[in-house]
């Protein structure tokens, strides 16, 4: 099946069977960030921005997103740039796997919430697991990005 | 000091996050070959006939693996340095199947479909053999694991594979039974640890192609690069000089990714095919079929005067090692020799065990590695003394535990599979961890327990613990530094990066020593073809064992450049100043810069490359220590807990990055709080893992971590680079006897056994209750 | 799961009558659970386009799309002021925002998860369903069928009555399923309690409901025996999250607490 989809903001086109899941169809097309953690959608390291939405793009179909709009790391370079001067900065990247999927989920939790609290921050990214760094660290990180209006 | 113990951004943090290409799978030939094992449904079977013919005549199959296409050669996947502490008993594939998991047989195909169908496709008939599941009852027991005559231990290790008895070890300081004897009051428990999986975030992968000079380049998600190339030469017979071996970017280890997993299969296929090839395990296959923490039952006993001076310790460990034996004696013995030094005043200790074989997934290389099992007995066991004596825990510890300037006979008698090596604790800030911590926690105001309502109680509880840095005389890093024009440097090491920031710190090292910035220093690791040795990054060697070969190899290089400089300027080497940029005689004042000097002898004049390897080896194993408390609070009828701040202080020397050190000890922390609360391992009564996927197995999310506290206690330990000792692995010996004791602290009970869940708990209450009544 | 066909239907009657051609064929709410059962779907059906995402107001009720995400639920106002928000406290326990972006709520209920913490809620709130083809349904009637026959849900309708309520889920980890949930709703006349992931699917507690009903002070004592009522009216069993004896322990404690709780706050 022919499946369009803005990525990035740009318009791909792919040739898909209809089984195939979008975190598939993107690694195949080489965008490499976008990994594959846990096959139960428990972990969070395949997350993509659907609509500008959070979403596991290990269960969700490529079909099903035809005509929609895909964000992966490499279509907010800046904010990621940015994100992980905080991060490096609270010593808080350990072995990265997972942030590009964190650095996604932290940009639509600031679009989407205004002044969150440490529980709704937590709360919205607790899909985004992590074993290297204890949370914390990324924690301060993330929320001095927040404040960081330059 | 400026480029070591300063804020440091790690110097691949940002690459990563910004989505660039970097693991293992991202250099996976697009046409690789896709292997896929199938595993054995039985915990104990010969396989009695193996049909692969319909498999292979699948249209996209190239190979179908079995047993019998292997020499028989048994090794051990344990990735250790050489000869291996671990018995060689696992063969690539083999006639008998020994845990649910294990490798029955291997297929490479176009497509994963492709496998998958073809596994479908292999007909195999088992003669199923009646497992050993229990490890309680596996000394000894008629049925036999590893009955197969060829496999061996490497030199003795009290490998008895008739016995279903991996390994085993024992030794006695002074006389346990008569100064037991001898106290006034003295304590005996016994505590069960379960089989932690390491859930790092990156599955198990590797991939394999031929290069144009005709030789085996394998990628894989590895701790031990070196180590690899070794045991693929010597398993499969393929010439060391063959095979290269590159370790890129790896997505967290914890020990996890020590031993061989793939690499075997990649490596055979692509060598026999000469097509590249790769494997990518599932979540099911990470959990189930490579390797988990060792379980333990350790019994100890102790005693003391009735003023609280420790007379006697008595440990002895019944340790599972499961299907295979990797890493059995020396986990086993870590959970002596890195624990019962805390102690070093007593008349007597004795320390003794096995370490069994059972049908279970296999255990291996797991961060605290022996050390977190036994804290957890000991550190228990000390509260339980300090109640008996109605002593306060923290004074009781600090009337009995190491200082600095003392020492353990146990560092000499007990090493890594071996003797081992004597020491004084030339750092040991123990009593500022514990004053710090207690301030830290607020322990005065806290212990035992407080805001004491219907429904809820808080309490406290601590522990304290220590670890090595590396393994003395055996863990070996080098690292190579060469002179670029422009001045800048490459740093080549073997050391191996997980995530742990040793590509960091290294850098640091380096440029502290070269007094540059580590911007200038470009640093490359883990390749067998292009960087030099290291044992890879296990026992907590990197800070200390790679970091020392750096900082050596820094120093020569400097050397180096200086003779460089007096003949260009014309006088002797002594006279030569260097500031990182320039170097001056201090008679003329004559200077050149290093970008001039570089320049120079790279284009100009006398033209050459300075290029410096070196390397070293630890005489010493400086261990860091650390008192950790927690602060947690306890429904009272529901029994879950909260954990509200854990406290860590830390004396590892210098800390090179302090913001990296401060991650390792708390990444640690909550994991160590995973096993002590969450982290459930399930068995079906046939030996069928159940807790194998996430769903199952659950790991501490974000929400369940309201608060880490970790300082640093100021400490300079002379023999590690720049006053530096390990960091990686002592965070997570603390949690299971902090947490159990705070338990104790707010419920009155006693946990023994691991992961302290709401329902274990509960039972636990129940107990209580009707004990009351 | 395998997937060999995916279909946008033109309408419902299309929906369905392509459901029912090959038994096979299935809707597709999120996919996050199919994707994790095991099998093959012949052809997949997608509800897109036909209006479900909507959550909408009616004079004495809130209807809810099949479609919505568990996430457009937790954030929707309406849903907030909906029988004091339990639908809003349930959905914020299943995973992480990611997941709830995906997941919907008519897969929620089709799904028929005995963990589920949608259904027991939905089950307290005395939900009505209207599918295609059987037309309304209460959710408590649905949930004894033993095998409902294929249909397509298209609305979930719940009462705006002026009521209190709580909602609790225990499990080990914030990501896990639940041990055991329970959500109580409290109007001016009746209190309804559901306990579901005992680990058997949600029922309602109707004994304990009964003596509730039927008492007239509510003291803490008559929540006690409600609550122990609760504990030997309903059957709780092992599985891999925990054992019966401490499902029974947990339902007796919760139950007092949140029947306290709806309680208290009516004031
Ligand atoms: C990893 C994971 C963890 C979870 N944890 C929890 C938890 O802790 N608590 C909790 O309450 N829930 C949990 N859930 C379940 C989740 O909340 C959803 O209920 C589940 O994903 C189903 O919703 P879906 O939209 O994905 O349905 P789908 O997977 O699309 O469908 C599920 C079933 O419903 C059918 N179906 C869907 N929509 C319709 C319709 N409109 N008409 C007819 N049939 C339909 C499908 O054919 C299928 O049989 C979890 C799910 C996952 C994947």
Known sequence: MKVNLLINNEWRAFHVEAGEYLADTLRRNDFLSVRRGCDTTSCGVCTVLLDGKPVPSCSILTVAVDNHEVTTIEGIQKEADKLSDHFGREGADQCGFCNPALALTVYAMKKELKNPSDQEIREYLVGNLCRCTGYIGQEKAIRSYLEDLS | MKAVNTITPSVDGKGLMMGRKGYTDDYAEKNSLIIKIMRSPHPFARIKLIDTKRARQLAGVELVLTYRDFPRVPFTRAGQGYPEPSPHDKFVLDEYVRYVGDEVCAVAAISEEICEEALRLVEVEYEVLEPLLDFETALDNSQIIHPEPEIHEMFPTGFAPKRNQAAAYRMEVGDVETALKGCDVAIKETFYTQAQAHMMLEPHTANARIDYQNRLVIYSSTQTPFHIRRIISQALGIPLAKIRVIKPRVGGGFGGKQALHGEMFVSYVTYKTGKPSKIVFSRKEVFESTYSRHPMRITMRMGATKTGMIKAIDCHILSDTGAYGEHALTVFMVAGSKVLPLYNKVAAVRFGGEVVYTNHTPAGAFRGYGAIQGNFALESAIDILAEKLGMDPILLREMNMMREGETSPIFAIMGEGTEGTAMIMDTCKLDYCLKRGKELIGWERKYPRYDETREKVKAVGMAIAMQGSGIPYIDMGAATIKLNDDGCYNLMVGATEIGQGSDTILTQIAAEELQTTVAKVIVYSSDTDLTPFDTGAYASSTTFVSGNAVLNTARKLKQAMIVEAARILGTEETKIGFDGDMFRDSLSHKEISLKDLSNQITYSHEQKQLSVTASYVGHKSPPPFMAGFVDLEIDKETFEIKILDYVSVVDCGTTINPKLAQGQVEGAIVQGLGMTLFEEVKYTAKGKLVSSDMLNYMVPTRVDINNLTTEFANSYEESGPFGAKSVGEIGIDTPPAAVGNAIHNALGIRMTALPFTPERIYRQMLIKERVEK | ?267
């Open chain 3, 1 to 267: 799961m395998k997937v060999l066909d995916y279909y946008r239907p033109t309408s419902l009657a299309d929906a369905y009558e392509t459901l029912m051609r090959n038994p096979q064929n299935q809707i597709m709410g999120g996919g996050a659970w199919l994707k994790l059962s095991p099998g093959e779907i012949t052809t997949l059906i997608t509800l897109d386009g036909l209006g479900l995402e909507a959550i909408a107001e009616q004079p004495e009720a809130v209807l809810i799309g099949a479609k919505a995400t568990l996430r457009a639920i937790e954030t929707s106002p309406l849903i907030a002021q909906l029988q004091g928000g339990l639908l809003r406290d349930a959905a914020r326990h299943v995973m992480g925002v990611s997941l709830r972006n995906i997941a919907t709520i008519g897969g929620s209920i089709v799904g028929r998860f005995s963990f589920s913490d949608i259904l027991t809620a939905l089950l307290a709130m005395n939900a009505q369903l209207v599918f295609h083809a059987r037309g309304e349904i209460a959710l408590a009637d649905y949930l004894l069928l033993h095998r409902p026959e294929k249909d397509i849900l298209l609305w979930i309708k719940i009462e705006k009555d002026n009521a209190h309520s709580a909602f609790r889920k225990v499990a080990r980890t914030r990501l896990d399923f639940a041990i055991l949930n329970l959500a109580i709703v409290k109007t001016r006349a009746t209190t309804t309690i559901a306990l579901g992931s005992r680990p058997q699917g949600p029922v309602l507690a109707k004994r304990a409901m009964a003596y509730l009903n039927e008492s007239a002070n509510l003291t803490e004592k008559v929540f006690e025996q409600a609550a122990r009522l609760v504990t030997e009216e309903l059957a709780f069993g092992d599985n891999l999250k925990a054992g019966k004896e401490y499902r029974r322990h947990l339902a007796y404690v919760l139950s007092k607490r949140l029947l306290k709780a709806v309680n208290s706050d009516e004031s």
